[in-house]
């Protein structure tokens, strides 16, 4: 309708001949859930999003500082950290809290921009209140809308109990926004390997509903990433004992050196009769320049396990940013990881990957030779299911519904007639006609990739039209990954 014009004049008027579009979106903002450092808010879920580690640090604070004690053996003149969890594995073990380095794993291994929900501070990781704590994370989330994935790197180390009932609520928040994906960890007492019981536990604390919205991985992972410490955390024990009032043939450290009050020695018990007696020093400061290096440098070969989401998260980034969403996450090497806590054989990875029971896949990581530390899965937890077996299927239906559904909005209150049917098919099909071009719908023809289908007696009946529905059917041929290579050898007879 032209406007109306009461002043002569020149008017100009812009004609919208171009249909509207549909704009893509993020695909991996994964969004990280656990204990910080600093807690922003007392008793509330704070919720940021961070572009690197130092912006993390600066707005959450740095991992707490590991409480070793260091324990001097006087007959082979070494140190040794006494206290740490008996595990298989030289100079690696689990840190107090996770988050911060789950955060350096993701950015190391290609992510980008994410989000972290603080749930309080990095004390209550472990504890009773945990679980509750994470809970809350979860439910806050649901308030944005821009998070695509859901890690919560702290599960791990949940009882049992905790474990199912955290990652289920993960699961049904997933399914309930319709916008994310849910990566889990196995159980950190996986450190040595499962038994087949432990599979069907960890399978069945999953639930049975949701299972398309996640995927689970295993098993844990040894990084390079180094433990955070401070000298003032670091205990020493057994020590020489001064023989002398002049401390014998070397100088002991003074209070100013340590900048406490108070002696600095602390007996220990009385020695055995023909034994040294020793000391203890409450903090590494305290102790001389030869002692001090040496175990600063012990402790600084310390390296962490962590549960593998984070670096499963930051391949997901990149895989989406250099090959697109619809390219599985798998085949993919893992940056900072020396390799796997359990070599997984390909006998063990038949009983992960393919459940005929539960249908409930775990995707392993595995190492091989000249090839690094793999990703060597790529299926969601409903692993029996034609249409949601691959994650990578699953996450390109997400991406396509949330894209379309925010470009469709313009026709909310629009006239539900031909016009406005035409404009929104012709969205939609140059939208999926532009995937089909990058490779993400299977077909030779765009017709046999994808269809769009709305109008009067197609999609809609009368009855529709009169209660304001405007309905439109899609169906896409999703590509899917080639998980299993079969090559056919036989002898050719000579002719």
Known sequence: ?????????VYVEEISTLPPSVAEISTAIPAFIGTTETHLKEGEVVVQDVNSLREFEEKFGRAPAAEWTVAFDATTQSFSISGLEDLPFERFSEPKNVLWYAIDLYFRNGGGRCYVVSVGPASVAGSSTAKADLLKGVDALER???PTLVIIPEAARLGDGDYGELCQKALSHAAKMKDRFVILDTKTSGLRGFTTADLEAIRGALGATNLDRGAIFYPHLLTTLGHRFTEDKIQITGLPAPSGPSGGGSAQPTNAASGGSGDILSPAPPAATGQAATVTLASLAQTQTSHHNQIKKLLGEQRVILPPSAAIAGVIASVDRDRGVWKAPANVSLQAVVGPTVQVTDDQQGLLNIDPTTGKSINAIRAFAGKGTLVWG??????????????SVRRLFITIEEAVKKATAFAVFEANDTSTWLKVKGMIDSYLYTLWEKGALRGTKAEDAYFVNVGLNKTMTQDDILNGRLIVEIGLAAVRPAEFIILRFSHKLAQ
Request: proline share 4%; glycine share 8%.
């Open 1 to 9: 309708m032209s406007a109306a014009y009461a002043t002569p004049g």
């Open 144 to 146: 944005y809308d821009e």
């Open 378 to 391: 790529a299926r969601t937890l409903a692993g029996n299911d034609n249409e949601w077996r691959y994650i």
